[in-house]
């Protein structure tokens, strides 16, 4: 294969919109797409409520400037402020980009683009389609992709960067669909691989790829993580699957409702009750369960999301999804009957280290989107910021990188690395006397997860995790792969995506242990206040001698002074 | 206030799922393995299929990956139909079964075999890219991202529906001419040809509609409905197809395919006499040459067994032919002004 100039890993809205970019800031460049899935699969399609603008077609008195404040302070003043107007300044930008490609936006009666109140945002300003927002940008962004004669390589799993020294040569990645590991020599890459909340299995919203591939593989060659100890819980996934009900339930309208038969978000957020923010409202539903006032059932206790005062024609026109997956996952019509939620573990606020431009320590390798922690959700992301977040970075990812290619070498991996890399992966597959099953280990990393780094966490709680962690690391080990063929092996890459949860686990733990405050989602029962003197700064996780070492880095601050988070 | 749940009765069976089975480098042909598990009410198919290979077979293998319907992996067929794993039921699905309690697991159907109950996608999204699966803006790239279009909800509306669709494939499966042609542009390439043409903000209507009216394209669909009832997220995909070729005949006329030359004669014949006329129908669709050169063996064997349809001057008119045309012209006349508001 010829080498390439950017090798972009991810195929959701902030790989897609790299490429794009990168296409228009130098069309001579030599540019793929790797995805271990086809690119309209990325779980972008999940995002359901919109994404965030200060258009002011809704309210008429909003701004720019409100728009970071409330970013801001979502984030529990964790974010870098210069980052977060970065977002916001180009938010409104973005959207009317999309809307200019095809993006079908619902539409308000003067027919701009419909815009609804969202968890922590002062302004109703969430741009939305209906209830299928990320899949109708996803489309729009593979659409315009396909026009444009982007190279994909779909179905490739990304394993290793090609490092000789300091200098990044390009990257591995095993063709699924003929077994083959193949060499992309490149003068840069662009991870843009999603997040790594599914480490969480069933207490978890996410695809079951989300599995952190982009991060565990530059954490692997020597990349610092940021801020890994904050994952968001999303107040309503659904009680048996763990799959999300979006926060756009609440925005039109919806309650929260424990079995006293009480909205409880009054004691909680006497404001902004159901719509404050998801950290907040996520705590406020545990705490209803853990004190006993949530209802029981054989799958798990729950409390209820009640739609049935909206109305059957407002829950079908825009609510669609939701209620078929209603339907569909607990057997609940929302029209008539309460929906039956608990928090999930859903997003991933840390990630790969990087500045404003996507840019990380290490020469020619980028990250953007929930991949990167740039970090503009600093400890807790605001809904509609997500996808706003992948677009505006993934676009800015791009073309940094198209800027810079120059810069760097074009890269050779030497075909011993190939052959390396491919016995290592053939390991898995020889029988051994003592072996241990993918299933079981990933079954168990979920649970200690969810019990001993979840939600409410503490120090005893928190070293019994750590525990964990390196123990299931070193049964992993052991870890076998039955399948020995080599087309599509389905359980070979299971058993990889399982290593990337192992090692970021390892990170999620160590940060939320040495971590002793309590901001946005991170909340330690043993240090229950935010701690600025100590503790206003990121975590950065970087692999040392096979284990994590933690270090720090300051926030920067800007406009806005450290306030108390009320709502 | 206290509520409590109702006892749910967890209600449990043994299921034994059928699961297509094949590995290019091993096998010659097709086959199927048998796993029997205990399944409880609730359970899907995919989470039976992920349990079967975590505890059974480790070597089943199917693509799966949001589970939770809108990323369209695991399309597939259980029972025969095409439908995604991850939203459909076992208990809903035990009707159906040949055998009681067995569940046939299979790879969707007109798309290449991969291994097992994975396809190969590709051909797909080569047929994406010919017929111009996208909006191509009428705004110049260097004005983008200034400001918006502004779009009326009647028009959102009109493609509002096909926006939902996930590309899983299942309508490409059950299409009965993908079955007979492979080249065929495929319904949910129609369907997204439709959304596209309906978008004001599209520049390139006219190019794609050209291409849609060739060979292989739009008026190949025999209208079997098979897309449309199996589409997982009940898009009505043959309002799309009637759209296009609606399109096609308001902007192009009738004499672009033999498919839509075909509906033209059927048409004028309907209205003259009430019914076919079918001794000259494939003269009139493909031409005197392509008739004799294709049909003229069938011809003879027609006549030696005396099974060819009456000569045009005796096929009279039906009885009350005139009620008929009455009828017909009104309701061609509705489908006129229906056009006419739609198009506004």
Known sequence: MKPFDIVIVGGGGAGLYAAMEA?????????????????NRSHTSAAQGGANAALANKAKDDTVELHIFDTIKGSDYLADQDAVEVLCSEAPKIIRELDNMGTPWSRMDDNTIAQRPFGGAGRPRCCYCADKTGHTILQTLYEQCLKKGVQFFNEYFALSLSVNGSRMRGLLALNIKTGKVEAFASKTVIFATGGYAKMYWNRSSNAAGNTGDGQAIAYRAGIPLKDMEFVQFHPTGLRKSGLLVTEGARGEGGYLINRDGERFMARYAKEKMELGPRDLVARSLETEILEGRGFDSPAGKYIHLDLTHLGADLIKSRLPQIREMSMQFEGVDPIEEPIPVRPTAHYSMGGIDTDNFGRTVMGGVYAAGECGCVSVHGANRL?????????????????????????????????????????????????????????????????TLAMNVGIFREAPLLRKGIEDIAALRDRYQHVRVFDTSDVYNTNLIQVLELKNMLDLAETVAAGAYARE????????????VRDDEKWHKHTVATLENGTVTLGEKPVTMGRYELQERTY | MTVTEPHIEEAKKDITFRVFRFNPQIDSKPYYDDYTIQVERGITVLRSL?????????????????????CGSCAMRVNGLSKLA???????????????????????RNLPLVKDLIVDMDPLVDKMKHYSNWVESTMPEEKMGKKEFLISEEEFLKYDKATDCILCASCVSECSILRANSEYVSPAVLLKSYR???????????????????DHGVWDCTHCYRCQETCVKSIPIMDAIHGIREDAIERRGM?????????????????????????????????????????LPMAMKMIVKRRTPPPPPLVKPTKGIRVFR???????????????????
């Open chain 2, 86 to 108: 991850c939203t459909t039921q076992v208990w809903e699905v035990l009707e159906k079964c040949r055998e009681p309690n067995v569940i046939k697991v299979e790879p969707l």
């Open chain 2, 255 to 295: 004499k672009d395919t033999s498919g839509s030359k075909h509906a033209e004669a059927f048409m004028s014949d309907i209205e003259k006499k009430g019914k076919l006329v079918e001794a000259t129908l494939p003269i009139r669709t493909n031409g005197m040459a392509w008739t004799l050169k294709n049909l």
């Open chain 1, 517 to 528: 405050e309590s901001r946005g989602s991170h909340t330690r029962v043993d240090f229950p």
């Open chain 2, 196 to 214: 596209m043409n309906s978008d004001s903000r599209d520049a390139i209507h006219d190019v794609r509609l050209a291409e849609l009216v060739k």
């Open chain 1, 383 to 447: 809904g509609g910021n997500s996808l706003l977040d992948i677009l505006v970075f993934g676009r800015i990812a791009g073309r940094t990188a198209a800027e810079e290619v120059g810069k760097f070498a074009p890269g050779i991996i030497p075909e011993s690395e190939i052959a390396e890399k491919t016995e290592e992966l053939r390991s898995f597959m020889k029988p051994s006397g003592h072996y241990e099953r993918y299933g079981a280990l990933r079954e168990e990393l979920g649970q």
């Open chain 2, 50 to 70: 992920n349990y079967i290979k975590e505890h059974l077979d480790a070597t089943v293998s199917f693509r799966a990956f949001c589970q939770a319907g809108i």
């Open chain 2, 326 to 344: 009455s009828m017909f012209r009104e309701m061609s006349e509705h489908v006129r002004e229906d056009h006419k508001s739609h198009n506004k």
């Open chain 1, 23 to 39: 296409m228009k800031t130098n069309p001579s460049l030599n540019i793929a797409v790797l995805s271990k899935v086809y690119p």
